[in-house]
T-cell receptor, first 109, second 112 residues
Framework: EDKVVQSPLSLVVHEGDTVTLNCSYE??????LLWYKQEKKAPTFLFML????IEKKSGRLSSILDKKELFSILNITATQTGDSAVYLC?????????FGAGTILRVKS | DGGITQSPKYLFRKEGQNVTLSCEQN?????MYWYRQDPGQGLRLIYY???????QKGDIAEGYSVSREKKESFPLTVTSAQKNPTAFYLC???????????FGSGTQLSVL
């Protein structure tokens, strides 16, 4: 059965810390991996990864995909309280997106 | 502004009642999706539609129904057969060539 597993399920850090969120997958016919940030209601798009080993970067956030080992990581450096959210990883295959359970990140000031 | 509009934001359902969640998009997207989110869980796919007048079941379609009579609209009906409907429901859309999903702001459904 295709699935997406995120870890840790929740994380509490202090401002300025660096965090790494993990996403592993078992999906056939992989097309892309996407990361979303969900604060209150609708998720907002962060990254889409299709090629292995190529880092995508946006400000303090970066992400990379390893298609051989079937995982992706999302790094957030110099965390701020505004980074507190649920981070969702999703795999696209065929016509569907399958989401992981998410990682709840709380950044304390 | 282009986007996806879901309504209502909050909805209450009585026992045995069918309720319909609205999803409208003006992005000219072909594909539309309905997801359900329960606390501590990721988004689970209920139904999706690639073109008008066609839709497919997702992973948890039982107790739900949809229609796609217009490109812009993809309403979801939560029927009385859905015994545990309390959840947050998200509608999303994307074009064929763009794999990034655009999400609506969601509907929180609760049972009275």
């Amino acid at each position: 059965e295709d699935k997406v597993v995120q870890s840790p399920l929740s994380l509490v850090v202090h401002e300025g810390d660096t965090v790494t969120l993990n996403c592993s997958y078992e999906v056939t016919n992989f097309r892309s991996l996407l990361w979303y940030k969900q604060e209150k209601k609708a998720p907002t798009f962060l990254f889409m990864l299709t090629s292995s080993g190529i880092e995508k970067k946006s400000g303090r956030l970066s992400s990379i995909l390893d298609k051989k080992e079937l995982f992706s990581i999302l790094n957030i450096t110099a965390t701020q309280t505004g980074d507190s959210a649920v981070y969702l990883c999703a795999m696209e295959y065929g016509n569907k997106l399958v989401f992981g359970a998410g990682t709840i990140l709380r950044v304390k000031s | 502004d282009g986007g996806i509009t879901q309504s209502p934001k909050y909805l209450f359902r009585k026992e045995g009642q069918n309720v319909t969640l609205s999803c409208e998009q003006n992005l000219n997207h072909d594909a539309m999706y309905w997801y359900r989110q329960d606390p501590g869980q990721g988004l689970r796919l209920i139904y999706y539609s690639q073109i008008v007048n066609d839709f497919q079941k997702g992973d948890i379609a039982e107790g739900y129904s949809v229609s796609r009579e217009k490109k812009e609209s993809f309403p979801l009906t939560v029927t009385s057969a859905q015994k545990n409907p309390t959840a947050f429901y998200l509608c999303a859309s994307h074009t064929d060539s763009n794999e990034k999903l655009f999400f609506g702001s969601g509907t929180q459904l609760s049972v009275l």
